[in-house]
């Protein structure tokens, strides 16, 4: 299968404020892009509120964003990951690799690059 273009991005390291945890995962989506990966998986926790944490809120937010979009093909959260993961499979196979991980992880998101 060759190397493996998938790379994980973690956003809670450190304990990040949102704002903190948003430029992390810009910076790193576009060095990550440019080093030819073909997907990333953000890993930014689901927060103990039970309804999702900010980062993880902030972070679906700001790949809708139109300057995310130049960047971005697709996005899943972990707990959708069954709906679309033919889609994402096809476009990026190795992440079969994670696949045990991203399936119905809420606290996870499976970014693919254009």
Known sequence: MGAIKVKEINLEYGNPTVDQALVRMVNQLSTAKGAGYRGVILIHGYGSSGTGGAIKIAVSKKLTEPMMQ????????????????????????????YEDRIHGNPGITVVLFK
């Open 70 to 97: 130049g960047m971005i093909r697709d996005f899943i959260p972990g707990e959708k990951w069954s709906d679309q993961k033919k889609i994402f499979l096809n476009q990026c196979p190795q992440l079969r690799e």
